[in-house]
């Protein structure tokens, strides 16, 4: 696979990370939909109804502000967003309008995307942003303009290291960056520019691309591309040594590509293909004889292509296609047996459901779906079929208020 397929299946994979689509705060989940005629914006339920409204139009009038890649620290929760002059706005937010303040806009102008990556380390948040001279480079802030600065310029020059996707492990964070070599590798910080470095150079020969980043007791678990092997699931301890493939779930440079890692129990949860099944629900401890496949949900080569996953209690809940080709909300609680459909959100449509964002909040996973007569709404779910309804209809019509994953719809 080449570099630029190898960095596009990297983004495809930390688009649907873990906060990119909503957080809590004070009681609130907090998340981007449109409605009321403003575009997407920022807004809030309390799992009520009636308390699930706009917070606050952060870029008046029809455009919107599409708020995304959320995380919280302290009382307030942190995204990016967009204004009429900038799309690389970092602001925060307590749920309330008057609580709805930019922290800082790093740059002015528009390249595609601004602050991605928000990933909290004690008290500050880290972010991956452009300030329109260094490029994409590693941020930090502690929710004050002063305190929003880059941390390192790791890669010189005006298209920077990319530092897209994070993780955390204990007083650390760890990042993909394209170092100065060219090559994108696993790179490591405490928040300081001394001690922001290269951690491993997994590929030497073009690159490992590391995603997907998940925390399993002392340990990080990322998707990661080596000569020979393709891209396979890996960890670190945090050192060099520590640092290895837990299992080349497809044997050759095909690779089986783990993604949409979700943590339940002692084990993680992931969307892998080993060559046989297609894309499929796998599982492990972190052994290679611990790693293995749940269930052919959709037996061929086709594969169910599980996607969103998101743990409710002791279960997950996926995005799963079914033998039909309908996209449908599924569950598992790491078993074969059961791992079953929890609903089908549109009859009569074949991957049609705009199914996306499943966001744990108060008992239920909350996310989009279309069910084809209200367009991508707001639906909620407690893991059963008679539990898994529309929740709020935001736009009565056909068009829907695409929450969560407007950006994705």
């Known amino acids: 696979m080449t570099a630029i397929a190898l960095l596009a299946s990297a983004m495809f994979a930390a688009a649907a990370s873990a906060g990119e689509y909503g957080a809590t705060v004070d009681g609130k989940l907090v998340f981007g939909a449109a409605g009321d005629g403003r575009g997407v914006e920022l807004w809030r339920t309390d799992g009520m109804k009636r308390g699930t409204k706009r917070v606050k139009d952060v870029n008046p009038g029809p455009a919107g502000s599409y708020p995304f890649s959320f995380a919280r620290l302290g009382k307030h929760v942190y995204f990016g967003a967009e204004s009429a002059v900038s799309d690389g706005e970092l602001w925060r937010s307590d749920g309330t309008p008057g609580g709805t303040r930019l922290v800082k806009r790093i740059k002015t102008g528009f390249d595609g995307y601004g602050p991605v990556g928000l990933t909290r380390l004690g008290k500050r948040i880290y972010f ?57 590798e696993l790179w490591m910080s405490d928040g300081t520019p001394a001690r922001t470095k290269l951690l491993k150079n997994i590929d030497p020969v073009g690159g490992s691309f590391p995603s997907d980043f998940t925390r399993l007791g002392k340990k990080l678990y990322f998707r990661a591309h080596q000569a020979g092997f393709g891209t396979e699931l890996w960890r670190t301890n945090g050192k060099p040594a520590g640092t290895q493939r837990v299992k080349d779930i497809y044997p050759g440079e095909e690779a089986s590509h783990p993604t949409q890692i979700e943590r339940l129990g002692k084990r993680l949860y992931f969307r892998a293909d080993d060559g046989e099944s297609g894309d499929e629900l796998w599982r492990t401890n972190g052994t290679a004889a611990g790693t293995r496949l749940v269930k052919d949900v959709n037996p061929g080569s086709d594969g169910s292509n599980p996607f969103y996953l998101e743990r409710l209690r002791d279960r997950i809940l996926f995005r799963g296609f079914s033998a039909d080709g309908r996209a449908d909300l599924w569950r598992t609680d790491g078993t074969r047996r059961k791992t079953k459909l929890v609903k089908v959100i549109n009859p009569d449509a074949m991957g049609a459901s705009q199914l996306c964002g499943l966001t744990r909040f108060r008992g239920h996973v909350y996310f989009q779906g279309d069910d084809g007569q209200t367009g991508a709404e707001l639906w909620r779910s407690d893991g059963t079929a008679g539990g898994t309804d529309l929740f709020r209809n935001l736009i009565p019509g056909p068009l829907g208020s695409t929450p969560f994953c407007h950006s994705e719809s």
């Open 128 to 184: 991956s942003a452009d300030d329109g001279e260094h490029g994409r480079e590693l941020w930090r802030t502690d929710g004050t303009r002063r305190g929003t600065k880059m941390v390192r310029d790791i890669a010189p020059g005006e298209d920077g290291s990319g530092p897209d996707e994070i993780g955390r492990l204990g007083k650390r964070i760890y990042f993909q960056a394209y170092g100065p070599d060219g090559d994108m």
